[in-house]
């Protein structure tokens, strides 16, 4: 029934266009009057947020997007509830759940998702949401509202908010969702609970691959009989520290990983190809060659006029904090010309880096901290997006205050206040460019960002903090700066990534993350008198004028973010050929606004299947989704 009612409920959504709210300058000036800037005149604050809520609008000519959907939504299976909350540090039951309790829905994401002999195979991940806050963020205080709840160490677990992955395969054929998690023997069991979640999903030749990183150290690995179900091993790999995803190339199977340890001017990522065949013996079926070396871990991959392209994300040298001076930057590298073989290990060394964050990004920080998205072929052309952890630029900006690297303190009072928070998040916010390319790499190429920003906010050293300005000095580094399309986001502040893309049908989706909802809720928890998380680690914001007055930026970056918070729930666009813009397959998280990303995507003959991020775990509505959309 729950099913039914989803899949019904799923299709309404009007067709109409879905401009930007706009505000009036007014409006805009008279949010920051609320807070005054004695002390220190000179920050141009009330800069930034006019360009985030309008003025980029006007110099990228934005026109809106149409939400146009073509394809009918089915909700093929979705997240349990597998715990009982009762109150932060209180008991934690199982369902049924007693009155006094709250249901909730741990499994956050289909986080990787591949389809073999009709099933589809995918593995999830937990909590996301305070596994970020605490991992990238350093938040602790507990949080609780009626969306989700995040214990950190409170909770009586004795992991935090961390729950093992699980391991799952829907049927397409009986519409049966099987886990896969009681198949496991003990020994592996024991590295599935030591699993952060199963980041990645391929198949090949009878073997399904699910795969992730590791709480200990590595990457796991997890592979099945594709026909059967059936168990086949699990093994770890200390030398590598992530695994994002698979792709098929002419009847071989690769996938992209970091390294676990970066030092000196070793590489940082790799391209793997898997030599293996189905088997029990570990030996045979973990058998995997390094066929590409890149400075950065190797995030998406694809395969594109011949040779094999992936996004990376930026990579530090082992045992330092995350700083500009030592990034490994993000890009695009690409391997050497497919022959019948495809690659082998003498190709290793022989990938090229075609395209850099600072062919357009203009602010070394923001740079440092953007990371490639989903990359894909279509119509001829490489498309690929970037990727931005909210507010973790804001985070290693403070680092660099701290460490000396910048000067943050515009009123020259040897700490910083929430106004010079608040200016630091709003200049080193990015929300996802798209690009688009012919021949990259090659002699004719031509790179355009076809959703981005012609101006960007970097840091003044004349102002001691971040401002907008349109001349040279703020303008993107492309060599036609002009976004083809639109403004980053697609229009929408808070779509920080180009999380997935996918061509079916021949069209291009492009699916997203949008914090929109986090930010919403975490605004009525300000305005309710909740404690809200710091923007920057407890080491940092300890080490400003307070931490109140860091909770006090994040609360006003929000409040005058809040005239443009969009229609909440993860986008999904579609692009009908490579000469015109996206249209909106929705901007409602298909159908469940708590949605907060389109997470993965497969093509099938007729569907596409779309995995989701939910971690809304205490929403009636929260957890991941399994969706089929298809025309009708």
Same mark, same amino acid.
């Given at each position: 029934m729950e099913v039914t009612q989803a899949s019904l409920a799923s299709q309404a959504e009007p067709v109409g266009v879905d401009l930007p709210r706009v505000p009036s300058e007014q409006e805009v000036a008279w949010e920051l009057?609320?807070?005054?800037?004695?002390?220190?005149?000179?920050? +141009?604050?009330?800069?930034?947020? @006019?360009?985030?809520?309008?003025?980029?609008?006007?110099i990228n000519g934005d026109k809106g997007i149409w939400t146009r959907p073509q394809l009918e939504r089915n909700l093929l299976a979705k997240a349990a509830v597998d715990e009982c909350f009762s109150s932060v540090g209180g008991p934690i039951t199982q369902p049924p759940c007693a009155p006094g309790t709250k249901p909730k829905r741990n499994q956050a994401y289909v986080w990787g998702l591949a389809q073999a002999d009709r099933s589809l195979w995918f593995g999830t991940v937990a909590n996301t949401l305070c596994l970020v806050e605490q991992g990238f963020l350093g938040a602790t205080t507990p949080q609780e509202n009626p969306y989700w709840v995040c214990e950190f160490g409170a909770s009586q677990s004795g992991t935090g908010d961390f729950r093992p992955p699980d391991l799952q395969r829907y049927r397409l054929d009986t519409g049966v969702l099987s886990s896969l998690n009681g198949s496991l023997p003990a020994g592996a069991d024991l590295l599935r609970r030591s699993t952060v979640g199963l980041r990645s999903a391929g198949a090949q030749d009878g073997v399904v691959f699910l795969a992730g990183p590791s709480l200990i150290a590595g990457i796991n690995l997890f592979a099945f009989n594709s026909e059967t179900g059936a168990f086949l091993g699990a093994t770890n790999f200390p030398q590598y520290s992530n695994i994002r995803e698979w792709v098929n190339v002419r009847g071989a199977l690769y996938t992209g990983v970091a390294y676990s340890q970066v030092v000196g001017n070793a590489p940082g990522g790799a391209v793997l190809r898997w030599r293996g065949q189905r088997s029990t013996n570990p030996a045979v079926l973990f058998n995997f060659e390094v066929v590409g070396q890149t400075d950065a871990e190797v995030a998406n991959l694809v395969e594109h006029a011949g040779r094999i392209?992936?996004?990376?994300?930026?990579?530090?040298?082992?045992?330092?904090?995350?700083s500009p001076l030592t990034a490994r930057f993000m890009g695009v590298w690409r391997? +050497?010309?497919?022959?019948?073989?495809?690659?082998?290990?003498?190709?290793?060394?022989?990938?090229?880096?075609?395209?850099? /964050?600072?062919?357009?990004?203009?602010?070394?920080?923001?740079a440092a901290t953007t990371g490639g998205g989903a990359v894909a072929s279509f119509d001829g052309r490489l498309y690929w997006g970037t990727m931005h952890v909210p507010f973790l630029a804001t985070s290693v900006a403070l680092g660099a205050h701290a460490a000396g690297l910048l000067d943050l303190d515009a009123d020259g009072s040897g700490s910083l206040d929430w106004l010079e928070l608040l200016n630091t998040a709003l200049g080193t916010h990015r929300s996802t460019s798209v690009f688009q390319s012919d021949e990259l790499g090659?002699?004719?190429?031509?790179?355009?960002? /076809?959703?981005?920003?012609?101006?960007l906010p970097r840091y003044s050293p004349i102002t001691k903090g971040y401002n907008i300005g349109f001349n040279a000095f703020y303008r993107n580094r492309l060599e036609k700066p002009e976004p083809r399309w639109g403004s980053s986001g697609l229009?929408?502040?808070?779509n920080a990534y180009t999380w997935a893309m996918e061509v079916h049908d021949k069209d291009l989706y492009l699916g997203t993350f949008d914090w929109s909802q986090v930010a919403r809720v975490g605004l009525q928890e300000a305005i309710g008198g909740v404690t809200l998380p710091p923007m920057a680690p407890p080491a940092i914001a300890s080490s400003l004028h307070s931490v109140e007055d860091a909770r006090r930026a994040h609360h006003h970056f929000l409040r005058v973010l809040n005239i443009a918070i969009p229609k909440e729930g993860a986008d999904l666009f579609r692009f009908e050929n490579r000469n015109q813009s996206a249209v909106a397959e929705s901007l409602r998280g298909l159908g469940n606004n708590t949605n907060y990303g389109v997470r993965t995507m497969v093509?099938?003959? @007729?569907?596409?299947?779309?995995?989701?991020?939910? +971690?809304?775990?205490?929403?009636?509505?929260?957890?991941?989704?399994?969706?089929?959309?298809? @025309?009708?």
């Amino acid at each position: 029934m729950e099913v039914t009612q989803a899949s019904l409920a799923s299709q309404a959504e009007p067709v109409g266009v879905d401009l930007p709210r706009v505000p009036s300058e007014q409006e805009v000036a008279w949010e920051l009057d609320l807070y005054p800037t004695v002390g220190v005149s000179a920050l +141009p604050t009330l800069n930034l947020v @006019k360009f985030w809520t309008y003025e980029r609008f006007l110099i990228n000519g934005d026109k809106g997007i149409w939400t146009r959907p073509q394809l009918e939504r089915n909700l093929l299976a979705k997240a349990a509830v597998d715990e009982c909350f009762s109150s932060v540090g209180g008991p934690i039951t199982q369902p049924p759940c007693a009155p006094g309790t709250k249901p909730k829905r741990n499994q956050a994401y289909v986080w990787g998702l591949a389809q073999a002999d009709r099933s589809l195979w995918f593995g999830t991940v937990a909590n996301t949401l305070c596994l970020v806050e605490q991992g990238f963020l350093g938040a602790t205080t507990p949080q609780e509202n009626p969306y989700w709840v995040c214990e950190f160490g409170a909770s009586q677990s004795g992991t935090g908010d961390f729950r093992p992955p699980d391991l799952q395969r829907y049927r397409l054929d009986t519409g049966v969702l099987s886990s896969l998690n009681g198949s496991l023997p003990a020994g592996a069991d024991l590295l599935r609970r030591s699993t952060v979640g199963l980041r990645s999903a391929g198949a090949q030749d009878g073997v399904v691959f699910l795969a992730g990183p590791s709480l200990i150290a590595g990457i796991n690995l997890f592979a099945f009989n594709s026909e059967t179900g059936a168990f086949l091993g699990a093994t770890n790999f200390p030398q590598y520290s992530n695994i994002r995803e698979w792709v098929n190339v002419r009847g071989a199977l690769y996938t992209g990983v970091a390294y676990s340890q970066v030092v000196g001017n070793a590489p940082g990522g790799a391209v793997l190809r898997w030599r293996g065949q189905r088997s029990t013996n570990p030996a045979v079926l973990f058998n995997f060659e390094v066929v590409g070396q890149t400075d950065a871990e190797v995030a998406n991959l694809v395969e594109h006029a011949g040779r094999i392209y992936v996004t990376t994300w930026p990579t530090f040298l082992s045992g330092g904090s995350p700083s500009p001076l030592t990034a490994r930057f993000m890009g695009v590298w690409r391997s +050497p010309r497919l022959e019948q073989n495809g690659l082998d290990d003498d190709d290793a060394t022989h990938w090229r880096k075609v395209w850099d /964050i600072r062919d357009y990004e203009p602010d070394l920080v923001a740079a440092a901290t953007t990371g490639g998205g989903a990359v894909a072929s279509f119509d001829g052309r490489l498309y690929w997006g970037t990727m931005h952890v909210p507010f973790l630029a804001t985070s290693v900006a403070l680092g660099a205050h701290a460490a000396g690297l910048l000067d943050l303190d515009a009123d020259g009072s040897g700490s910083l206040d929430w106004l010079e928070l608040l200016n630091t998040a709003l200049g080193t916010h990015r929300s996802t460019s798209v690009f688009q390319s012919d021949e990259l790499g090659n002699q004719n190429e031509h790179v355009r960002v /076809i959703y981005g920003e012609k101006y960007l906010p970097r840091y003044s050293p004349i102002t001691k903090g971040y401002n907008i300005g349109f001349n040279a000095f703020y303008r993107n580094r492309l060599e036609k700066p002009e976004p083809r399309w639109g403004s980053s986001g697609l229009g929408n502040f808070f779509n920080a990534y180009t999380w997935a893309m996918e061509v079916h049908d021949k069209d291009l989706y492009l699916g997203t993350f949008d914090w929109s909802q986090v930010a919403r809720v975490g605004l009525q928890e300000a305005i309710g008198g909740v404690t809200l998380p710091p923007m920057a680690p407890p080491a940092i914001a300890s080490s400003l004028h307070s931490v109140e007055d860091a909770r006090r930026a994040h609360h006003h970056f929000l409040r005058v973010l809040n005239i443009a918070i969009p229609k909440e729930g993860a986008d999904l666009f579609r692009f009908e050929n490579r000469n015109q813009s996206a249209v909106a397959e929705s901007l409602r998280g298909l159908g469940n606004n708590t949605n907060y990303g389109v997470r993965t995507m497969v093509s099938g003959k @007729k569907s596409l299947y779309v995995g989701t991020a939910n +971690p809304m775990n205490l929403h009636p509505d929260g957890g991941w989704e399994l969706l089929q959309l298809k @025309k009708d």
